[in-house]
């Protein structure tokens, strides 16, 4: 129904967000990777959705990436993944460390999620270890491509409002210095620096 949508950001809890678009207060339920990198009240924002049907009433769920909504997607094609779970495993601030635990097979860590057992941890490593590997990983032991950092820290600036010229200026300074950071955190220094330009 909707791909995205651009608004004010009226309200901001952890489970959703009230965002007001065409004089419409529109509530998108959000997992916490989305919520740690959002604007305060006030702020425009854009933000990349898909709707449910869910006894018959329609619900949207947001993300600040469309990387975070393809891994949403591809999570609820696993059996016995509903929405409710792939919020819940998508609480993971680097979403990153949420890929390499299904590639590599980390059930330990995976089954720390709260509503995750053992069953459905393996089931998700099966279904979507190969799928993760070739579309989020490269090279040997799950090395995070450098690309899918950029464009995730860049996506995230220009959705707040910032420009294109700067934010890219800002991102090459960061990652030419800092490769291992968590993106929350990447974002804080980001926005720091952009605040200044």
Known sequence: MYSYLKGIVKEKKPQYI???SNDVGFKILIPLSTYYKLPEAGVKLKIFVENFLKE???VLFGFLTEKERDIFLELIKVPGIGTKT???LLSEPNLNTLIQNIVNHNIKEITKIPGIGKKSAERLCYELKEKFSKKFLE???GEIKEKEVWEDLTSALINLGYSKKNVEKVVEKILTKEKNLK???LIRKALTMLSGI
Do not use: D
Request: no cysteine; charged share 35%.
């Open 86 to 88: 792939a919020l819940a």
């Open 56 to 58: 018959e009433r329609p």
């Open 18 to 20: 009230i965002l007001e």
């Open 139 to 141: 090279g040997v032991g």
């Open 183 to 185: 993106i929350e955190e």
